[in-house]
């Protein structure tokens, strides 16, 4: 879909029905990061247009500005089509500007801008502190079966291989590697540079982030909870997710880590 709609603007004017699924095409993409339940924290998407003046007619049409409750319903079926769950109270704002802001996500197609802001997952209260874990790997194939961490672990790496070299030239260790030869193909899917745990002293816990290698568009990294159906998928490098005892922590397609806090 995405090619067909550059070799439209290739080969034809650009009109208000082309534009109209640019549009939705961008807002689909990444409403789609957020599959599976993880939408119901967006409380507003923000669409910016720069065209040109001569163009500013075309995207007027296509976005429904003067109507912006029609642009919205299509990006609600766009949300129920993906299982993204967006709260009922959401909001879809449409701005026309001179220059985009460049604090969202660029669309490289056509001048447009998408801001998607969310409500703050609140961090679940920690009664009891709990400073040692065991991470075991029940699927896939690392150098050791089980790691103890403590609170004086310090930042704890896991990725592909033992040592690497990051995207800056320094040398990065992996205290959970998963060796590239090993019989377990699962390996493959895990990147040099996958994912970090740290302990949280203000939250009381362990905490997992993506590092560059983890986050989309590269290799997946989720959270399975106990008794929850859907799992939590770490789109940003910057946000944690806060590890609750008996979580498994999914690296790539198939590599599979049981969390359990000991004392």
């Known amino acids: 879909m995405f090619n067909l709609f550059k ?23 990444e409403l789609q990061k957020s599959e599976g339940g993880e939408g119901a924290n967006i409380h507003t998407l923000k669409l910016y247009m720069a065209p040109e003046v001569t163009e500013k007619h075309l995207y007027d049409a296509a976005s429904y500005i003067s109507e ?70 029940i699927n896939g194939q690392a150098e050791e079966n089980t790691y103890a961490l403590t609170s004086k672990s310090g930042r704890i790496n896991l990725g592909r291989e033992k040592n690497t070299v990051t995207s800056g030239g320094s040398i990065r260790n992996n205290h959970i590697a998963f060796p590239e030869d090993a019989e377990f193909v699962g390996n493959r899917f895990v990147s040099r540079h996958h994912a970090h745990l740290e302990w949280d002293e203000k939250k009381g816990g362990f905490v997992l982030y993506a590092d560059e290698g983890g986050v989309p568009p590269g290799n997946k990294t989720k959270v399975q909870s106990v008794g929850e159906e859907g799992q939590v998928k770490l789109n940003s490098a910057q946000v944690g997710h806060f590890l609750k005892d008996e979580d498994q922590i999914i690296l790539g397609e198939s590599v599979v880590l049981q969390f359990n806090y000991t004392g």
Request: no cysteine.
């Open 7 to 29: 070799r439209n603007m290739d080969s034809q004017p650009l009109d208000v029905k082309v534009l109209r699924e640019h549009m939705l095409q961008f807002v689909k993409e």
């Open 68 to 137: 912006p409750e029609r642009l919205k319903r299509e990006v609600q079926r766009i949300a129920d089509n993906f299982a993204v769950n967006l709260p009922k109270q959401w909001q879809m704002e449409v701005y026309l500007v001179e220059m985009l802001p460049k604090r969202g996500i660029k669309y490289d197609i056509l001048p447009l801008e998408l801001s998607i802001e969310t409500t703050p997952v609140a961090i679940p209260v920690v009664h009891v502190v709990k400073t040692t874990a065991l991470l075991k790997v």
